[in-house]
């Protein structure tokens, strides 16, 4: 590998025609990476929820309202592995990823892969994936798949897939980032691919494989990076030509940022909250996790109006104040698991592996709280007035049932 050199600009070299050299792959792969089968279709509605952190800045709000505390619990899918990541609302579609999924006691074969119903939980396909993959995105009529070192742009509706890329060895990525026609993915080297065709418009000129998921804005794309030896926990990169605008001097980090305006903010592998300057890179303040107990992290950051939201283990619910990292306030159970919640516009929606589901008002006042019986096993999406996660039942291993819920109308 070679490592990122730290407040290196890495140039961006070559267009799609330009020869790929991506780890040890097959001649083709090696050098013919894209295999194009058609346009991807991107008009269309993307979804009240198209993908990890609602939008491509990561900022899980959204302007509609949520559920109130006597809303119903409905198990849409049942499976016997429960989904672990954020479930993806498109438009006609819901979108959820399962890791060696066993359907029936005599079902032998192990499936990872997407898997699409409809609103009643009904299947419409499925997308066979190694393990480790991605939340996907839905943009339009096509639904994006990443994984360690693939990236597939599927039909929505069907789950034919239209064009993949093989970019070379990666990370699982949490969720590929698509903005104004782009899809922006990681591997031996950070790349922009045409979110249409598949035809790689640009990538970095120096192998960055410490690359872990990404945010995106009009003009930036915001990189986790993995590894304390190859520069720091941020990056910044023009969406334009793929050139280096800035380093962040933060611990290493495998989840995305949260993007505002002024400030982007992180939460490292050491489990600190960091609030960094999207002009250049400069960190602004830090928090470091604020309770005790064995997994001392923040979850990924949610932004408010005026606030950044963190959830974690042993803790309520922490809101810090954006522009100088002071708490504003704490809210929900104190002892339980918070996944990072949903913001919509009548108040703040979160959940807890223990199977609570709760509602904050912005200023902080909790409004309702309610305990289901189950294990939550991701972070909740927010669609239609309904909150959607995964979870189980059953206390051993071997009795563990899950599926996907949907906590609303």
Do not use: I, K
């Not at 990404?214 to 969406?239: I, M, P, Q």
């Amino acid at each position: 590998m070679c490592p990122l050199s730290r407040r290196r600009a890495l140039a961006a070299v070559g267009s799609a025609a330009a020869f790929g050299t991506a780890g040890c792959l097959g001649l083709r792969d090696r050098y013919v990476p894209r295999t194009h089968e058609r346009d991807a279709d991107l008009s269309g509605d993307d979804g009240p929820w198209p993908t990890l952190g609602h939008d491509a800045r990561r900022t899980a709000s959204v302007a509609g309202t949520g559920p109130d505390a006597n809303a119903r619990v409905t198990r849409l899918t049942e499976a016997n592995r429960f989904p672990d990541r954020q479930v993806v609302v498109g438009s006609d579609v819901l979108l959820f990823v399962v890791r060696r999924w066993r359907e029936n006691d005599r079902d032998d074969e192990l499936f990872s892969g997407v898997v699409a119903v409809d609103r009643e939980g009904s299947e419409r396909w499925r997308l066979r994936t190694e393990p480790d993959v991605g939340v996907p995105t839905a943009v339009g009529n096509t639904v994006f798949v990443e994984e360690s070192n693939l990236t597939r742009a599927v039909d929505a509706e069907t789950g034919v897939v239209n064009w993949r890329y093989r970019r070379g060895y990666g990370f699982p990525h949490v969720s590929p980032a698509v903005r104004d026609g782009r899809v922006y993915v990681g591997g031996r080297r950070f790349l922009a691919l045409d979110a249409a065709t598949g035809e790689r418009l640009w990538r970095t000129d120096e192998e960055m494989p410490a690359v872990q998921t990404c945010s995106a804005t009009a003009g930036r794309v915001v990189a986790s990076n993995g590894y304390a030896e190859n520069g720091g926990g941020l990056f910044c990169l023009d969406a334009a030509d793929g050139s280096v605008r800035w380093e962040a001097d933060v611990a290493p980090t495998h989840d995305p940022a949260a993007v505002g305006e002024r400030r982007c903010f992180s939460v490292d592998d050491e489990g600190a909250l960091s609030a960094v300057s999207t002009a250049d890179g400069s960190v602004q303040w830090t928090r470091a996790r604020a309770a005790d107990g064995d997994r001392s992290r923040y979850e990924q950051p949610v932004l408010a109006d005026g606030v950044v939201l963190v959830g974690g283990a042993n803790a309520p619910l922490r809101a810090f104040d954006r522009e100088t990292g002071e708490t504003a306030w704490t809210a929900g159970p104190a002892d339980e698991r918070h996944y990072a919640p949903v913001v919509a516009a009548d108040g703040v929606y979160g959940v807890t592996r223990e199977g609570t589901v709760y509602e904050v008002g912005v200023e902080g006042t909790e409004r309702w709280r309610r305990s289901l019986d189950r294990t939550v096993t991701s972070a909740p999406s927010l669609a239609e007035g309904a909150l959607y996660f995964g979870s189980r039942t059953g206390e051993r291993v071997e009795r563990w049932q899950g599926g996907f819920d949907r906590f609303g109308p």
